[in-house]
């Protein structure tokens, strides 16, 4: 797949929860790591989405939210996965963050300059990447 999200994760769907408007999809993928999506009903059938089918979540670097304190906190956000930063580049304005997440898989984060400084963003700071379910977009192959 050619896209210019940063974060591309391949998977198996494990679970659609269907709701009036909108379905919960959860999808396992490579190092363990689960991926809750929602999208709406006609999109779930549009994609043929269902347990055992394979599909892609894509996420815009600019939705990784980065919080160094999650374990204190119940956060409605269904994605949360903790990591370690292992590269910051910075930039005039903002800065682009590699954390890593157990089971060797990474995630990367556009966060400002000012983010950088306020959450001391740097290598081997423990951090989690936390991203609302409504951002995640879901791709199957054709």
Known sequence: METSARNVFKGKVVAVRSGAVNDE???SVDGGLNIVASITKVSTGK???KPGVEAMALIKASFVLLMND???????????????VSKVTPGA???EVL??????VGITSIVT?????????AVGKKVT??????QVILAVPR
């Open 25 to 27: 999809v959860e999808l």
């Open 47 to 49: 994609l043929g989405l």
């Open 70 to 84: 999650a374990e204190k906190y119940l956060l409605s956000t269904r994605n949360q996965f903790p990591g370690t």
């Open 93 to 95: 304005v903002n800065a």
């Open 99 to 104: 954390v890593d997440m157990p089971g060797g």
């Open 113 to 121: 300059m000012g983010s950088v400084e306020k959450l001391g963003l």
């Open 129 to 134: 990447a936390i991203v609302k379910a409504s």
